[in-house]
């Protein structure tokens, strides 16, 4: 979940937060153990605030890369994405 922020200079106003796991994947769904997370300079330029802002929350990228740990029912195995494959994503 997203927490609000203000603008600045990102070592000051970001801050690493762990969440707990989710429950099992619904119908359709992937659970990702996510590796890695590229920060854009778009990303940057939002958090220090010359852009003009979207929302008043902002979790810094949406991409990523990891392993898939769980699906859930009806995930059609020949899209790829199966327990133990790794997947990158982009909403």
Do not use: C
């Not at 949406?62 to 029912?73: K, M």
């Amino acid at each position: 979940m997203a927490r609000k922020v203000q603008s600045g200079n990102p070592a000051d106003v970001l801050s690493v937060a762990e969440v707990d796991t989710p429950g099992p994947p619904g119908a359709g769904q992937a659970l990702v153990r996510v590796r890695a997370l590229p920060i854009h300079i778009d990303d940057l330029l939002a958090i220090q605030g010359p852009y003009p802002p979207q929302t008043a929350y902002l979790t810094p990228s949406i991409e990523g890369t990891g392993i898939v740990e769980a699906v859930g029912p009806g995930t059609s195995a020949a899209s790829g994405v199966t327990t133990g494959a790794h997947v990158s994503f982009f909403p």
